[in-house]
């Protein structure tokens, strides 16, 4: 069991020590989502749809751009997919 906590805590340091600034993008990318998920979860009988896509835009776009640099592709089309259909859910809200 000490090994694979010790596994999971390298995994993290590793993951920081290999590039920071994505690390960060990452995290804040992550964070957005989240909070998103939140809103719209916590709000279902009438969730603000305009703060909930942009944020899933946002995270979307983050993530999308730091699984194209760390190469892992199907990441960035699932990424990229989000991406588009939070631009999609703001379009309708908007027009």
Known sequence: MY???SG???FWKDT??????LFLVEAASTL????????MNF???D???????????VSAIGLAYTSYIR???WLVVL???YTMMSFVGIFKLLF
């Open 3 to 5: 090994n694979f906590f």
């Open 8 to 10: 999971i805590v390298q």
């Open 16 to 21: 920081w020590n290999t590039n920071k600034v």
């Open 32 to 39: 957005m989502g989240m909070t998103a998920s939140a809103m």
């Open 43 to 45: 709000g279902a009988e």
């Open 47 to 57: 969730p603000e749809m305009m703060a909930i896509l942009i944020l899933y835009g």
């Open 71 to 73: 190469k892992t592709p």
């Open 79 to 81: 990424m990229s997919f």
